[in-house]
């Protein structure tokens, strides 16, 4: 089966200006999550869908970044307007249940300068 | 929420050396997977192992729920096993999310 497929690999950006991700998830996966890891630290996630539907977006600074899942499949991570320490690495996961295994994409490697 | 601790944080080891790397949790669990992350960023899925053992050639994980930790083992190391490896927790109640340790961040020399 293909994996979680993640677009760009690499971005750099001036600060202040706006930035997009793109994942596709696993074909059938119903939960889609993002995760932003901070170099030298654990993934944190960022929100999470269940189908079209956000679950948790409890740790999304919503004041400079949004996510949606249309139709349910693909995703975007969105952020504007960018800030240094947003430089990190983007992953994100898809799962078939919130209880069974997560397949992580290859990430999108944000630097900030 | 709950807490994920791992250790050692660094592991040097040469080629062909055995390693115990430990993962802590501080609440009860329904997940709990071990993660590989390359040099190139990606995470590799490693085990699914909410409780009990499992091996997959030279590497095998135990979950104790009941005591709240795991262990994953390698043996005979590789300079290919160099990297970070999580531990990752899908916690109980509210929204369920996957919690990541710090990681371990193991370097096998030649």
């Known amino acids: 089966e293909a994996g979680v497929a993640q677009s760009p690999r690499y971005k750099i950006i001036e600060k202040r200006q706006s930035v997009a991700f793109w994942c596709n998830p696993i074909?059938?996966?119903?939960?889609l999550y993002w995760y932003q890891q901070i170099l030298g630290q654990g993934p944190k996630l960022l929100i999470q869908?269940?189908?079209?539907?956000?679950?948790?977006d409890s740790q999304l600074p919503k004041d400079r970044f949004s996510a949606e899942r249309l139709k349910g499949v693909d995703s975007t991570l969105k952020i504007q307007p960018a800030k240094l320490e947003d430089s990190a690495v983007y992953l994100c996961a898809s799962s078939l249940l919130s209880r069974t295994g997560y397949t992580f994409g290859s990430g999108t490697r944000l630097t900030v300068v | 929420g709950i807490q994920v601790e791992q250790s050692p944080p660094d592991l040097i080891l040469q080629e062909g050396a055995n390693s115990t790397l430990r993962c802590n949790f501080s609440?009860?669990?329904?997940?709990l997977q071990w993660f590989h992350q390359n040099p190139w960023g990606q995470l590799i899925n490693l085990f699914y192992i909410p409780s009990g053992t499992k091996q997959n050639g030279r590497l095998s994980a135990t979950t104790v729920a009941t005591e709240r930790y795991s262990l994953l083992y390698i043996s005979s190391s590789q300079t290919t096993d160099s990297g970070v490896y999580f531990c990752a927790v899908l916690s109980q109640g509210g929204s369920e999310k996957l919690v990541f340790g710090k990681g371990t961040k193991l370097t096998v020399n030649p």
């Open positions: 074909s059938g996966h119903a939960t």
């Open positions: 609440d009860s669990v329904n997940n």
């Open positions: 869908f269940q189908n079209n539907g956000v679950v948790d």
